[in-house]
């Protein structure tokens, strides 16, 4: 099992919708979260830390349920701009430890 | 500012050679990372330093080794390059420990072994 899953997807949406992307970890001493956005072909950047009691950015919300051990990202309002890998990144404990999930590709359509 | 820099942008190799990849940062960040990302996939840890003359082993760090000379530099030897490390490799710097702060990445470098 890896540690780090995610809908695989693709996610193939209208713009103006609303989508959500899962993230499981099987680490339960993971101390931090968060989701980085990754263009075709580019460097991961990212997108949102997500707190113990859920945080939300403009159309960007993210969720943290840490008795299932269960991440979201729920992007409202979709744009084209968008469209692009999703990643799910946790810390293993207080170190520098991260892992990645596989990502969710999301492609938003006029 | 160039942020984090990465050299080559694409390269090459037959089984055997030794290359290094050289990443470079004017973020004046202690923390730098070295990943790699297969098709597919996320990134995997290969090293990390927490500062000039530190370097500490990730999650895959079989067929590589780092140096850290100075705050700006941390370079990536492959010794022996297999089909194996056929990747695109990222570079990644942070401010402070990196489980509370942003990592910020260099643009990868796409390596070929053949």
């Known amino acids: 099992r890896k540690e780090v899953e995610q809908d695989p997807g693709p996610f193939n949406v209208p713009e103006g919708a609303t989508v959500a992307f899962n993230c499981t970890y099987s680490?339960?001493?993971?101390?931090?979260f968060f989701w980085y956005r990754q263009d075709c072909r580019k460097e991961p950047k990212l997108l949102m830390s997500?707190?113990?009691s859920g945080n939300e950015d403009g159309r960007f919300t993210a969720q943290l349920n840490r008795a299932s051990q269960y991440i979201s990202l729920l992007i409202r309002d979709s744009k084209l701009s968008d469209s692009a890998t999703y990643l799910c990144?946790?810390?293993?404990?207080?170190?520098?430890?991260?892992?990645f999930g596989a990502g969710t590709r999301l492609t938003v359509k006029p | 500012n160039a942020g984090v820099t990465q050299t080559p942008k694409f390269r090459i190799l037959k089984i055997g050679q030794s290359m290094t990849l050289q990443c470079t940062q004017d973020?004046?960040?202690?923390?730098m990372y070295w990943y790699r990302q297969d098709p597919g996939m996320g990134l995997k840890l290969i090293y990390y330093?927490?500062?000039?003359?530190?370097?500490d082993k990730g999650e895959v760090p079989n067929g590589y080794n780092v140096s850290r000379s100075t705050t700006e530099d941390f370079p990536l030897r492959l010794e022996l390059a297999a089909p194996s490390q056929t990747s695109v490799y990222f570079c990644?710097?942070?401010?402070?420990?990196?489980?509370?702060?942003?990592?910020?990445f260099g643009p990868g470098t796409r390596l070929t072994v053949l």
């Open positions: 330093s927490v500062g000039a003359g530190i370097t």
């Open positions: 990144v946790v810390n293993r404990g207080n170190n520098n430890d991260m892992r």
């Open positions: 973020m004046n960040h202690n923390y």
């Open positions: 680490n339960s001493a993971s101390q931090s």
């Open positions: 997500v707190y113990s």
């Open positions: 990644g710097t942070a401010g402070t420990l990196v489980a509370y702060n942003e990592q910020f």
